[in-house]
């Protein structure tokens, strides 16, 4: 996976990011990707080495079950990795 500067921040990051914007809430006309599918995605992107999401919580304006869904996809996927 291609790597960019982010910024002035010195970090580096992939070229692609995994957006989580349906994660758990329907927003923008876009349909709910609930807590099955969001492992799913994030699990997906991690392999294509994708390690870059974009879960900004204003997606959801702070839902505690979008928040709650984006967070345990990545739990899972991180518990996944260092088995």
């Known amino acids: 996976m291609e790597l960019r500067q982010l910024r002035d921040s010195g970090l580096r990051v992939p070229k692609l990011c995994l957006g989580t914007v349906s994660f758990g ?11 099955d599918d969001a492992d799913v995605q994030v699990s997906a992107a991690l392999d294509a080495g994708v390690n870059f999401l974009d879960a900004a919580d204003v997606y959801s304006r702070g839902d505690a079950v979008a928040v709650a869904c984006a967070e345990r996809a990545l739990a899972s996927a991180r518990s996944a990795l260092r088995q």
């Open 25 to 35: 809430h329907a927003m923008m006309s876009m349909g709910v990707v609930g807590p």
